[in-house]
């Protein structure tokens, strides 16, 4: 169970948006990159970010093995997340991370949440970091991963598989607001 001093780090970052999140899990992308997910009609592990290769960045885990990253806010190690400081995932949902290449998608993120009874190739937060573990000794070592609170999907996820989809804008890292977005797959 998450801690109160913990839970007001996050309300201090996301705001209201902490309240809407926890308990159920989450992908984060562009509003760029949501268009191409409707197109296509699912989440596709995409190949390792732009943006990464262009920073001279690590490539995140899940790309590496050809999953989906997924933040779990119901299976979090909220304990480890508070003794190490680790909760750098807001990040993800106040647009700091630019994923698309348009310019006006910096300081917007789109959320969507993820029904795991509808993820057929879902990978616990815990499965996720005993993977992740299992390759820190091969050769090329594994990417980045946030231990203990990202968990990946094996394949795409449907866009069946959504709960619902939320536009957030945010000004410095801090949501400033957030709606829900209808889904609808064109594919």
Known sequence: MISRKLEAQFLKKVGTLWHTIKGSAWHTTSAENFQKIIRDGAINP???PERLIRQGLPPCFSAQIGAVS???FLEADWAHME???RHQWYQFFTGRWHYGSDPSDEGVSIAIE???DAAPGWRSVHRTLNL???KLEKDPPPGNLIPRHEACHDGP?????FRRVLHIEAEAGIVKTYCELPVKSSG
């Open 83 to 85: 003794e190490f400081q």
């Open 114 to 116: 993820i029904d795991r």
């Open 70 to 72: 997924v933040f779990d």
């Open 132 to 134: 992740w573990k299992d």
């Open 46 to 48: 995409g190949p390792i």
């Open 157 to 161: 996820i449907p866009v069946a598989a």
